[in-house]
């Protein structure tokens, strides 16, 4: 078996509408399926605007509120992202991850275009559930005698 060969063979990823999961499997030519959902919350389409002072306020509160869960949802994937680092098998993945993580959260912290920020929250979206895939499957790889006896 070639080390090439023991690298990811298959990767399907399912993105479902109405329940918002994200479904990442991969097949190895070393091990078993690895099946790893990840739950992203959904935000519900902001009501028609309208003319009027009370709903315009109303929908000033609302676009408020709409930034600050973007905010929230960023956070917590940039936190989730760094602890993914940590489950990589090697301390330059791991650094690489945590590096990469950083300079594009810097990098996009000054974004005010609404369809941007959520373009790159997907993307961060993803990027976790490739870090969580990778980390498993580098962690078994790593740990599979056989893998060492090519070396």
Known sequence: R???????????STVSDPTPTTTTT?????????????????????PPSSVTTNESATNRESAEES???RRL??????????????????????NYIKRKTTSEYRKHATLTDGDEIEFQLRLADT???TVLVQ???????FSDPDYQNHN
């Open 73 to 94: 949802r960023a956070l917590s994937l940039y936190r989730q992202l760094l602890r993914g680092a940590e489950r990589m098998p090697t301390p330059n993945r791991q």
């Open 26 to 46: 991969t097949t190895t030519a070393a091990a078993p399926p690895i099946t790893i959902t990840h739950t992203t919350s959904s935000q519900s389409p902001s």
């Open 135 to 141: 980390a498993e499957h580098l962690s078994r790889l």
């Open 127 to 129: 990027n976790l559930d």
């Open 2 to 12: 070639s080390r090439d060969a023991a690298f990811f063979t298959t990767v399907t």
């Open 67 to 69: 930034t600050e869960k």
